[in-house]
Structure formats: structure tokens, C-alpha cells
């Protein structure tokens, strides 16, 4: 569900700070159809959403729902920021680390293809080296055309890698 979906007044659920409903019927912060939603399709009857933060970015939210009506006291609401937070930092870590192995396989590819083309000799070796490891990096079929500069014929040779 988007968050457009629960939230009718912007910043009333979805904050940078634990949101309590202790009664989806009676809550204010609820029009008629996020109460719905939250009742019919989540059968919930309390609710509490906690933000997952890494400093001022949001990376998510966790929603807890509860068919019977709680009451949330300040130590439920303090362990459960707390999982949030420590959610947050492995989420963060994860992207990080997500981020740092597509770097190193870009530049693992570039590499290996400085090393190919390095190890060409003459223009026409060095050209048929790139252009085979690029079509090799992009995953393509990649032509390479070239202007013979043959002043009797005019033709241009292309070659396919």
C-alpha cells in the first residue's frame, strides 16, 4: 500500500518518531477510509509505526498491528525503537555493501579491459580488443565501423564482435 493510502494529513503517521494508536476507531489521526483499511484489511484494532532511520534518511517503517485493543507502555515502545534502530543500521549496512560490490565489479571490468586492450599490438589489434570486451562487458553484440580511407573504392569495412 502506498503511504498515501493511510495517510490523509501529512506527517500525522508516517514521522520521524514512533506513532502509537491505541484505538484505530477513536484515533483522530485516522479519516474514515485509513481506519478502514486499518480494521478490515489488517485487523487491527491498535497500531504502532515505527520509523527506520539512519541519522535524518528514512529508510522504512515498521508497522505492528494488534487485533485486541494494547495499551503501549514507554518500555514496549523503548524496545521496540530500539529493534528499529538496529534494523536500520543493517539495512543501511546492507545498501552500503551493496554499493561497494557494484563498484568493485565496475572496476574489476574496467580493469580487465585496460589489461586486454593493453595487451593488444597495432591500431587495428587495440580497436579489436575493445571493441570485443566492450560487447563482452555490455553483454552485446557490438560492430565496429571503420572508414578504410581506400581512395579507389570508397568502402567502409565493418566488422561484427
Given at each position: 500500500?502506498?503511504?498515501?493510502?493511510?495517510?490523509?494529513k501529512p506527517?500525522?503517521?508516517?514521522?520521524n518518531?514512533?506513532v502509537?494508536?491505541?484505538?484505530?476507531?477513536t484515533?483522530?489521526r485516522l479519516?474514515?477510509?485509513s481506519?478502514?483499511l486499518?480494521?478490515?484489511?489488517?485487523?487491527?484494532?491498535?497500531?504502532?509505526?515505527?520509523?527506520?532511520?539512519s541519522?535524518?534518511?528514512?529508510?522504512?517503517l515498521i508497522?505492528?498491528?494488534f487485533s485486541?485493543?494494547?495499551?503501549?507502555?514507554?518500555?514496549?515502545?523503548?524496545r521496540?525503537?530500539?529493534?528499529a534502530?538496529?534494523?536500520?543500521?543493517?539495512?543501511?549496512?546492507?545498501?552500503?555493501?551493496?554499493?561497494?560490490?557494484?563498484?568493485?565489479?565496475?572496476e574489476r571490468?574496467?580493469?580487465?579491459?585496460t589489461n586486454?586492450?593493453?595487451?593488444?599490438?597495432?591500431?587495428?589489434?587495440?580497436?579489436r580488443r575493445?571493441?570485443?570486451q566492450?560487447?563482452?562487458?555490455l553483454?552485446?553484440?557490438?560492430y565496429?565501423y571503420?572508414?578504410?580511407k581506400?581512395i579507389?573504392?570508397?568502402?567502409?569495412?565493418?566488422r561484427?564482435?
Amino acid at each position: 500500500y502506498p503511504l498515501s493510502a493511510f495517510e490523509k494529513k501529512p506527517n500525522t503517521l508516517f514521522t520521524n518518531t514512533t506513532v502509537v494508536i491505541e484505538d484505530v476507531s477513536t484515533d483522530s489521526r485516522l479519516d474514515r477510509l485509513s481506519a478502514k483499511l486499518f480494521t478490515d484489511v489488517f485487523q487491527a484494532n491498535s497500531s504502532i509505526i515505527i520509523p527506520l532511520l539512519s541519522g535524518d534518511q528514512s529508510l522504512g517503517l515498521i508497522m505492528g498491528n494488534f487485533s485486541m485493543p494494547r495499551l503501549f507502555i514507554e518500555t514496549d515502545i523503548l524496545r521496540l525503537s530500539t529493534i528499529a534502530s538496529q534494523v536500520a543500521a543493517s539495512v543501511q549496512g546492507m545498501r552500503m555493501l551493496e554499493h561497494t560490490l557494484n563498484r568493485a565489479r565496475r572496476e574489476r571490468l574496467l580493469r580487465e579491459i585496460t589489461n586486454q586492450v593493453n595487451n593488444a599490438s597495432g591500431t587495428d589489434g587495440i580497436l579489436r580488443r575493445a571493441t570485443e570486451q566492450i560487447g563482452k562487458a555490455l553483454n552485446r553484440t557490438v560492430y565496429l565501423y571503420l572508414d578504410s580511407k581506400d581512395i579507389d573504392s570508397g568502402d567502409t569495412d565493418a566488422r561484427k564482435f
